[in-house]
């Protein structure tokens, strides 16, 4: 089984960057598609992006140009990084693995962008 942890997240305040790391256990072999989903208070889980093994990349259209997903396969890791973040990114990021037809969530980083 596939084991996610996320790390980066912290309070940042409006207009700052962060970047995020995933890293998946380091026998996890068999990974296809990595990414980043968010979900705010009161709000439903939303797919941020997502990146496949071979680097073709997904994103949400509202967070194109701010965001960026990238993965680095021989070390496992998905990262994300924020740029010009607003209070509306609050919340907590969850990275996402796909292996073998099934999907591991992490437990989520919570990121707080507030001055």
């Known amino acids: 089984q596939v084991q996610l942890v996320e790390s980066g997240g912290g309070l940042v305040q409006p207009g700052g960057s962060l970047r995020l790391s995933c890293a998946a256990s380091?026998?996890?072999?068999?990974?296809?598609?990595m990414g980043w989903y968010r979900q705010a208070p009161g709000k439903q889980r939303e797919l941020v992006a997502t990146?496949?093994?071979?680097?073709?990349?997904n994103y949400a259209d509202s967070l194109k140009g701010r965001f960026t997903i990238s993965r680095d396969n021989a070390k496992n890791t998905v990262y994300l990084q924020m740029n010009s973040l607003k209070p509306e990114d609050t919340a907590v990021y969850y990275c996402n693995a796909d292996r073998r037809g099934l999907n591991y969530w992490g437990k989520g980083t919570l990121v707080t962008v507030s001055s």
């Open positions: 990146i496949a093994r071979g680097g073709t990349t």
């Open positions: 380091d026998l996890s072999f068999g990974i296809n598609v």
